[in-house]
């Protein structure tokens, strides 16, 4: 056989590819086109060296055969041969993938990503069956694709060697994570196949292990941070390009657990109207609210999220703040008389919960921290949040213990790093503009704080209250949620604490 660069010159895949999600009407029945454009228009505006339409950010799975196809022309068009793309043509049937990829040569896509046959799990055998048929029947550059934890089937490196010597199998998105699998890829077969890392969390060691490029969910949103350190890393710069994907690590973790979940979320943030993801996928499942809020602050440190004037409401006063402006901040905030607001973080035993007030010391807030004070429940007793070395931070904070309190273990974890974590939330969101800096003087916070019993971990005590107090504080100043929230989340809500069957 000829090997891939003999018949097939034209096309390697390299560089950084966004895996694009496919931006739905609001109610998920429709593809908006006009939208999928402006998507394809953004991520080239932005430098990246190739698109890849209909795969596992895509949803492909949750399209029919017309969507996807039509899917592929527009993106195609749009294109216009300013850069590659590579289609999604992966199904779980043979027939199906191969009428796909015949769609993708047609109409002129640069290559076919091929995803091994997922649900029936087949073996070695009909894996290899599969690429080879579909090989065989068309003249279009082929990459194949492992993605195991969504397949449930690995594609193991003596295949991919096998499949190598196929003259139009020219590349190889691995999304696995594994960089053992990365390596054994590049050992054996690293002259007649690219190998495009698909996972987010691993792109520079990928990169510095040999992979020619990236195709990322978060490539939609920050293609621009990945092509520096695509950059970085073809001139040698390893450690600039070590800098800048820590810069992004908590990003990339929360998108390659959550896929297009997270990534449609973040191009929602940032004014890319590109729609729901399809059920069964949903925010609060496998984006949980938790993390929405984490990769929202994470945008906002990026710059991905730019601060905009926010009117705040306050008695008589109307005053302009620079806060973190997003689709779901109001224009002006107002009422600061009573404010509340509830946030989840963590897991197992160090789980952190609060529901807080906000509100002026002239209040129904002022009220309820007064009376707090001078009667304190056993167990219950309340503590006015401080920072190192005792100053009490503004707005003043008070902080209850949910669970009674039973003996000296559990006082320490509460008035501990629990009472540090919610102290370190306020003072932060001060500082941001979550909270206007010109009336702090005139709120007062009172907020119940869940520390459970068997907690042990002290880091993850503080990082738990850390994570819920900031985006309590940040739901309570912005109203969240909203009507409109409720009436959508209501038949997938249930209590945090309550137990799954």
Request: aromatic share 6%; with cysteine; glycine share 6%.
């Amino acid at each position: 056989m000829l090997n891939a660069e003999e018949h097939f010159p034209m096309f390697k895949p390299k560089g950084i590819m966004p895996a694009l999600v496919t931006p739905f009407t609001k109610d998920g029945r429709q593809v908006d086109e006009e939208q999928l454009r402006l998507l394809v228009n953004h991520c080239i505006e932005l430098g990246v060296h190739g698109v890849v339409p209909c795969g596992t950010t895509g949803e492909f799975v949750n399209m029919t055969t017309e969507e996807k196809k039509n899917v592929i022309d527009v993106v195609v068009d749009e294109v216009n041969g300013k850069v590659a793309v590579v289609a999604g043509a992966g199904a779980s049937g043979t027939k199906q993938a191969l009428e796909m990829a015949k769609h993708a040569q047609d109409v002129g896509a640069d290559a076919a990503l091929i995803v091994t046959p997922y649900y029936l799990k087949p073996t070695s055998r009909g894996i290899y069956e599969h690429y080879f048929t579909i090989a065989s029947k068309v003249d279009v550059p082929l990459l194949l694709y492992n993605i195991p934890q969504c397949t449930g089937v690995s594609l193991p490196w003596q295949m991919v060697e096998d499949l190598a010597q196929i003259p139009n199998i020219i590349g190889l998105k691995d999304s696995s994570g594994q960089l053992n699998f990365i390596l054994a890829v590049l050992e054996k077969v690293r002259d007649k196949i690219n190998v495009m890392c698909g996972h987010d969390e691993v792109v520079v060691a990928a990169l510095a292990a040999g992979a020619c490029g990236a195709i990322l969910a978060s490539a939609n949103f920050i293609p621009d941070i990945w092509i520096k350190i695509y950059n970085c890393m073809q001139k040698g710069d390893l450690l600039e390009a070590r800098e800048l994907q820590y810069t992004v690590q908590k990003i990339a973790r929360i998108t390659a657990q959550s896929g297009a979940v997270a990534t449609k979320e973040a191009l929602n943030m940032m004014g890319l109207n590109v729609g729901p993801v399809r059920l069964p996928l949903s925010v609060g499942g496998e984006l949980t609210y938790e993390a929405r809020e984490e990769l929202r602050l994470d945008l906002e440190k990026i710059g991905k999220i730019s601060p905009k004037k926010v009117k705040f409401a306050v008695d008589d006063r109307v005053l302009e703040e620079r806060f973190r402006a997003v689709h779901i901040t109001p224009k002006i905030i107002r009422d600061f008389k009573l404010r509340v607001g509830e946030a989840l973080a963590g897991k197992d035993s160090e789980v952190a919960h609060i529901d807080l007030m906000i509100g002026k010391k002239d209040g129904p807030v002022g009220t309820a921290y007064a009376h707090a004070k001078a009667n304190p429940t056993p167990g219950h007793e309340p503590l006015v949040a401080i920072l190192e070395p005792n100053v009490i931070v503004k707005p003043v904070t008070l902080m209850v213990p949910t669970v009674t309190i039973k003996n000296m273990r559990q006082a320490s974890m509460v008035y501990g790093p629990a009472q540090a974590g919610v102290a370190k939330a306020v003072a932060d969101s001060l500082a941001d503009g979550s909270i206007p800096e010109t009336v702090s003087e005139d709120l007062i916070i009172v907020a119940n704080v869940f520390v459970h019993p068997s907690a042990i971990d002290r880091q993850r005590v503080y990082i738990n209250n850390y994570k819920a107090m900031r985006h309590a504080i940040r739901k309570a100043i912005e109203g969240r949620p909203s009507v409109d929230e409720v009436v959508r989340n209501k038949d997938r809500s249930r209590h945090p604490f309550k137990y799954t069957p």
